[in-house]
Each structure stands twice: as structure tokens, then as C-alpha cells.
């Protein structure tokens, strides 16, 4: 069992920025693929942004070149800094940790962003 703990959502304008962070219980470039995936009311839960243990990343279409992602120096850490915030980026975030695939198999309990003037 791995476990991901979400943090560093919040309220914030548009235009603005937001770095959100993912811990987790083992060093999470030893598995697949680590993601952030969000959530928005009443709709399904999508890929934002990810990185494989091989260091490529993927991002949606909707959120390239606002948003990165990234590792910290300890490898149990990864990162979303999120630039130029609109309002359909309001959402729960959640930290997604693929074993052996890109369909995670751990999910963290998420964080809410929330992009409003």
C-alpha cells in the first residue's frame, strides 16, 4: 500500500498561481508513472499533468505551458505549480501513482483549488 498525501490547494483569482504538492509513503519513481489528475463537479476525473519513472511527461492540452510538474530532491515528493490560473481550473486535485501502467492504481484523498474573483 502506498500512500499520497495532497497539499496546497486553495482559493485563488484568476491569473494567479498555485503550487500544490504530493508526498508519498516510497519512492514514487520507482513505480510507473506519478500524475495529477483533477475533478470537477459533475464531470470525470482527468489526466492534468504526469511523469514516468523515465522522466517523460505528458500534460492536457488545456493546461500546457501554465502548468509543470516536478520532483523534489527526495523522491517520495512531486509537485504541480500551476501559472496563469482560469476558472475552469477549479477542481478537487488529486495525486495519482501508477504501478506498472498509466491507470493509477493509489489515489491520494485530494485538494480543493478554487479559482474565483
Known amino acids: 500500500q502506498v500512500e499520497l498525501v495532497e497539499s496546497g490547494g486553495g482559493s485563488v483569482q484568476p491569473g494567479g498561481s498555485l503550487r500544490l504538492s504530493c508526498a508519498a509513503s516510497e519512492n514514487v519513481f520507482s513505480f510507473y508513472l506519478i500524475g495529477w489528475y483533477r475533478q470537477a463537479p459533475g464531470k470525470q476525473r482527468e489526466l492534468v499533468a504526469a511523469v514516468t519513472s523515465g522522466g517523460r511527461t505528458n500534460y492536457a492540452d488545456s493546461v500546457k505551458g501554465r502548468f509543470s510538474i516536478s520532483s523534489g530532491n527526495a523522491k517520495n515528493l512531486v509537485y504541480l505549480q500551476m501559472n496563469s490560473l482560469k476558472s475552469e481550473a477549479t477542481a478537487v486535485y488529486y495525486c495519482?501513482?501508477?504501478?506498472?501502467?498509466?491507470?493509477?492504481?493509489?489515489w491520494g484523498q485530494g485538494t480543493q483549488v478554487l479559482v474565483s474573483s
Open positions: 495519482g501513482l501508477g504501478i506498472v501502467s498509466g491507470v493509477p492504481a493509489y
